[in-house]
Nanobody, 116 residues
Framework: QVQPVESGGGSVKSGGSLRLSCATS????????MAWYRQAPGKERELVAR???????DYGDSVKGRFSISRDRSTNTVNLQLNNLEPPDTAVYSC??????????WGQGTQVTVYS
């Protein structure tokens, strides 16, 4: 079952941290790339972070230096560490796993709320 399931969201005060996880029963190293996106109310979905099969990463400009994407083969998870959170980071965060072009899977999302 490839379907990813996110967890780890919640409410946190500005400056705080959260760690999101995206779990799948498939070998996490079998994906061509993995990514986290977010969507705030009334806004378009935006890329937060992504990682290729080879381990290369890149981040959205607004989260560089604060967020970090990683993967764990022992648990088949893609993780997103969110540090120094700010109210504009409030959004639903979703995981996207890509096997090949046209073969991708999205999770249901997890809510992150940052209050000042």
């Amino acid at each position: 079952q490839v379907q990813p399931v996110e967890s780890g969201g919640g409410s946190v005060k500005s400056g705080g941290s959260l760690r999101l996880s995206c779990a799948t029963s498939t070998n996490i190293f079998s994906f061509s790339h993995m990514a986290w996106y977010r969507q705030a109310p009334g806004k378009e979905r935006e890329l937060v972070a992504r990682m290729t099969a080879g381990g290369s990463t890149d981040y959205g400009d607004s989260v560089k230096g604060r967020f970090s994407i990683s993967r764990d083969r022992s648990t088949n998870t893609v993780n997103l560490q969110l540090n120094n959170l700010e109210p504009p980071d409030t959004a639903v965060y979703s995981c996207r796993l890509v096997v090949a072009p046209g073969y991708e899977y999205w999770g249901q999302g997890t809510q992150v709320t940052v209050y000042s």
